[in-house]
Every structure is written in C-alpha cells, then in structure tokens.
Nanobody
C-alpha cells in the first residue's frame, strides 16, 4: 500500500490550501491517519489526526485554529485544509497511517512542499 499525496506548492500569506492523501489500496483500513509537517532543520511534528473507522479528530493546541482534517468515506481521501496561511507554515507536509497501533505511524506518503511567501 502506498499513500499518495497531492496539493501543496507556493502560496501567499493569508491564502488557504488543501492537501490530500489517498491510499493506493481501497481496502486499506488503518487505525488512524494523520498529517505531519517538517520545517527545514526541524523534526516532524503532528498537525492533525483522524480515526479511520471511528472518526474523531485530534489537533495539538497550536493547530486547532487554522487546520482541519477530514476523511471522504467514498474516495478514502484524507484531506488537510489550512486557512490563513503564514510563512511559518512553510514545511514539507506528510500524511501517515498508524496500522499496527494507534500512535505509531508505520506508513508514510511521499511528502509535499508547502511554501508560504509573505
């Protein structure tokens, strides 16, 4: 199974952006799907997560205002909507899947660059 990401690119501060992630296998059923980001020289930080079967979204406190994770049950697409983008949102964004457990991600998308210009 592969996680195929789309979206991203160069945007202006204040813009909105949607990133998408689709598993290559339609029968893929992880426990949790999440979005992470990694800025240059920084570690990979979680942005949001969503339960695959039970639903329910999780956001770190710093991400609750401008980030929304969702899942389309028909297309199996997990999306991350970001509004009011800021230059500090510049990073490579990854989707990940927790298959064996609930908080350890063992499958990753290819990553997509988001660059926010001021």
């Amino acid at each position: 199974v592969q996680l195929v990401q789309s979206g991203g690119g160069l945007v202006q501060a204040g813009d909105s952006l949607r990133l998408s992630c689709v598993p290559s296998d339609r029968t893929f059923s992880p426990n949790v799907m999440g979005w992470f980001r990694q800025a240059p020289g920084q570690g990979r930080d979680i942005v949001a997560a969503i339960g695959w079967s039970v639903g329910g979204a999780y956001y770190p406190d710093s991400m609750k205002d401008r980030f929304t994770i969702s899942r389309d049950n028909v297309t199996n697409t997990v999306s991350l909507q970001i509004v009011n983008l800021k230059p500090e949102d510049t990073a490579v964004y990854y989707c990940g899947a927790a298959v064996k457990g609930w908080d350890e991600y063992d499958l990753w998308g290819q990553g997509t660059q988001v660059t926010v210009s001021s």
